[in-house]
């Protein structure tokens, strides 16, 4: 008989749960940061696009980390502390910076803070992240309260149930930011710039909040563990130290490090590939333990994930567009991420069925025709199709009203592709290296995003999109706005979004087909 979510949860379910929460809520000063760069800092897209590379290439790290929380698996949760720690001082900067920005351009520049501010955060969530897929595991008991076995076939549910409240989880943090949004920014585009940064300041002085979600997160699993361990401590054998994974961890850190600091042409793209060699290398050592057929398949879904999650998107430049052409304001924004948030949860749910029902194969090719359908009002815009809605509907469907549509048919999409592929690591890596497999297909999957920067930088300076920068002391403009090139960037970012994950999964399910 089919369980909905909800009846099937379970207390252990809520320590991690709380961990992703505070992941999910991460996106409070989303907004804020967008106009923060746009009307304080001198960035450009393509600069803001490459400063998105090195931002997600924490979350390569990831390998290490799960393997070091393997081999200190009864006080993995302290880890928690570090990454909170990492997530303040973040947030402190941003803070120092709006509320004296005098004191702190004093010590380095705005740009400069905001760099290291921009790079700390992911550290911090990426430590939690790993811990948080590391307590997933926890949280479905081999054993009732009673002692008795739970069977293969429930766990294996349970485990499914566990990695779609975690996706739920990460998306009602992000209700909860866009509701807090809604309600910080409310009329902000029309306040002078003094008050303006009051309320962008708020907001960064609200995000304090999200470390003492995931801390609370911990508490309650350290309680659940010593009110019952033998139902809630997986009692694991604590694996070997695999020095390929710490030794491969070391590498891609002084390998980023060295080439970061020398400034070498293209530093990037040296450790792009070097993290792609490292992280490609341990995963054929690790799926050497499991069966050829699942080999195979988690090999084959992995790639397909990349493909999917590696493709670019248009950078900055669109939402300087939105903000200068279509005026949308930092209130209309936040309203605009409630609504692809809620209908976000929303399609976690009702596409339950699907995901567990369907191949990854199948679930990719639904995303990648869905989202590229769906990014056709956006180019629309471009070239005038809200001004044609507004003079068809007496100006009942303006750009505004477009968007709230299209956000509101594209938001259910974004959690989905995950789920399948997280639930069948958790269900079929080995017990005691379930960190270390979350991590590396995870840093995996996750460097993709890396490639999508790169691929994101690339085209931004391919198409050229600028905005109006005025001098800070005399109001002068430095570099005039030019959207000119924009919609050539849309088509471009449509196209290479639309084809390549097609081409992936065609080649893939050959390749399976010719294995089977």
Partial sequence: MRTSLLSSFRLSYLPPLMVYVAAGISGLTGIVGTFFVKEYLGLSASFLAALGFWAVLPWALKMPVG???????????????????????SLSIMIGLLASPDAMRSIMSAEAWYVTAALLSPTGYMIQDVVADAMTVE???RVEADGREIPADERRSMHTTMQTLGRVAIVGGTILVALANVFLLADTGKLPPAEKARAYLSVYQFAL????????GVLLALWLRWRNPRQYVQNFARPPVNWWILGGGLAFVLVSVTVGLAKLPGAQEIIFCASMAIIIFLMVRLVR??????????????????????????????????IDVLNFDPSFLARLSL???????????????????????????FLTVAGAVLSLPQIGMYHGLHEWTARHTGGVVDARVI???????????????????????????????KATYFAVMASFTNLALSASQLLTKYLNEIFTITREVR????????????????????????????????LAVALVRRANLRSA
């Fill in 139 to 141: 949280a479905v008991p």
């Fill in 471 to 502: 001098d800070p002391v005399s109001k002068a403009i430095k570099t005039p706005a030019d959207y000119s090139q924009l919609g050539d960037l849309y088509l471009a970012v449509i196209l290479i979004g639309l084809l390549v994950p097609l």
């Fill in 209 to 216: 909040l999200i470390p003492a979600v995931s801390v609370s």
């Fill in 67 to 89: 393997h070091f929380v393997d081999l200190i698996w009864r006080w993995k949760e302290s880890l928690v502390f570090l990454g909170a720690g990492l997530m303040v001082a």
């Fill in 403 to 433: 968007a709230l549509i299209d956000t509101a048919l594209e938001s259910p999409l974004g959690q989905i592709a995950m789920v399948p592929m997280l639930a069948w690591i958790a269900n079929s890596a080995p017990d005691h290296l």
């Fill in 289 to 322: 333990e499991l069966d050829a057929q699942s080999r195979a398949t988690l090999i084959g879904t992995a790639i397909v994930i990349f493909v999917f999650r590696a493709m670019p998107n248009t950078g900055a430049g669109a939402s300087w567009w939105m």
């Fill in 339 to 365: 609504v692809g948030s809620v209908l976000a949860m929303v399609g976690l749910f009702a596409f339950r069925r699907f995901m567990a029902e369907r191949s990854i194969f199948t679930i990719v090719t």
